[in-house]
C-alpha cells in the first residue's frame, strides 16, 4: 500500500519558507524501529515531556530524562512538546521569552490529554494509563520507562524510517514502512512527526542562579506533524502484512535542518497507547 500526503504548515505560527544559498542533496538516509528485521526485535518507548520555556522547574525533569536516555540509548525516545501557560510568549521587544516554541500539533495534543491543566512538568510514557490517568509525572519517568522496556511480551510491529531532504528547497520526505508481526484485532494508526533538537534560547530554571538562562538548550522539541496530530489509520496489522507511506513537508526558515528528526509511532486509535515508536535524524 502506497500514500502521499502533503503538509502545509499554519501560517498563524508564523512558519514561512525560502531556499539555501547552497545547492546540495536530495539525500537519503534510512532507520529501522524495533530492530530492522524478524528476529532482532526491539521494544522502543515514547516519553512526551510538556514543557514551557517560563516552566522553572522543567529543566531539572529533562535532565533526569536525558540521564534515562544514557541508561537506554535509542530504545528511550524523547518529544518535548511546548504547550499551556508556561509556553506563552512575551510581546515583541521584551528582553526575554518571545521566541514561540508552540505549534498546532503540540497545542492539539495538550488540550486533548489535559497535561499542562494538570500542571509541568507532566508527560506520557507511550500514552499508557498508570494510576487510571496517561498523564504521568516527571517523578515517575524512570519507572514506567523500565516497565514498559522490560515487558516480555511480544513486540508488536517495527517501523522503518527513511528521509530525502533537498538543502535548496527546504523539502523533505520521510518514506515510512510499518511491519506487524503479532495479528492486531483494534484499529491502529501511524503520526509522523518532525523534531528540532539543541534550540538555543531563553529558559527559566530554579536550579540555577539568575533564574532567566539566555542560552539553554532546548532538547528534540515538536516542530509539527507530517500527518496530522493523530496520523493515518493502517489498514494492514495482520502478522506479516507490511504497509508503506510517504509524506512531505517544507522546514520552517528558522528550523535547523541541521538538527532535524523524524518521529514515527504506532498507536491504538481508541486508547492511544503506542506500541512502537521510532526515530531518524535527517542529515542535510
Known amino acids: 500500500m502506497k500514500r502521499i500526503f502533503q503538509i502545509i504548515l499554519p501560517a498563524v505560527f508564523a512558519l514561512t519558507f525560502t531556499a539555501c544559498d547552497k ?23 515514547l516519553v512526551e515531556d510538556y514543557t514551557g520555556h517560563k516552566c522553572g522547574n522543567c529543566p531539572r525533569a529533562s535532565k533526569a530524562l536525558y540521564d534515562l536516555k544514557a541508561i537506554y540509548g535509542d530504545r528511550l525516545i524523547i518529544m518535548a512538546v511546548h504547550a499551556g501557560t508556561f509556553a506563552t510568549v512575551f510581546p515583541p521587544g521584551a528582553p526575554y521569552y518571545t521566541y514561540d516554541f508552540r505549534n498546532p500539533t503540540g497545542v492539539e495534543l495538550d488540550t486533548d490529554f489535559g497535561i499542562s491543566v494538570a500542571g509541568n512538568p507532566n508527560g506520557m510514557v507511550n500514552r499508557r494509563e498508570v ?9 515517575q519517568w524512570a519507572d514506567e520507562v523500565a516497565t514498559v522496556l522490560t515487558s516480555t511480551a511480544p513486540v508488536p510491529a517495527s517501523i522503518t524510517i527513511e528521509t530525502t531532504y533537498n538543502s535548496v528547497t527546504r523539502e523533505l520526505q520521510a518514506d515510512i514502512k510499518t511491519k506487524f508481526f503479532e495479528d492486531l484485532s483494534d484499529a491502529y494508526r501511524l503520526s509522523v512527526y518532525m523534531l528540532e533538537d539543541s534550540i538555543v534560547n531563553w529558559q527559566k530554571d530554579y536550579d540555577v542562579t539568575p533564574n532567566d538562562v539566555p542560552d539553554y538548550v532546548h532538547r528534540e522539541v515538536l516542530r509539527g506533524s507530517m500527518n496530522g496530530t493523530y496520523g493515518d489509520i493502517v489498514t494492514n496489522t495482520a502478522a506479516g502484512s507490511e504497509s508503506d507511506f510517504t509524506f512531505n513537508a517544507t522546514l520552517g526558515t528558522d528550523w535547523n535542518e541541521n538538527k532535524m528528526y523524524i518521529l514515527a509511532f504506532l498507536h491504538n486509535d481508541t486508547t492511544r497507547e503506542i506500541i512502537q515508536v521510532e526515530q531518524k535524524h535527517v542529515e542535510p
Not at 545547492?23 to 518507548?45: S, W
Not at 494510576?131 to 517523578?139: D, E, K, P
Open 131 to 139: 494510576n487510571g490517568s496517561v498523564i504521568v509525572s516527571s517523578t
Open 23 to 45: 545547492v546540495e542533496g536530495p539525500y537519503k538516509k534510512d532507520t529501522t524501529g524495533g530492530g530492522g528485521n524478524d528476529t532482532t526485535l526491539v521494544r522502543k518507548v
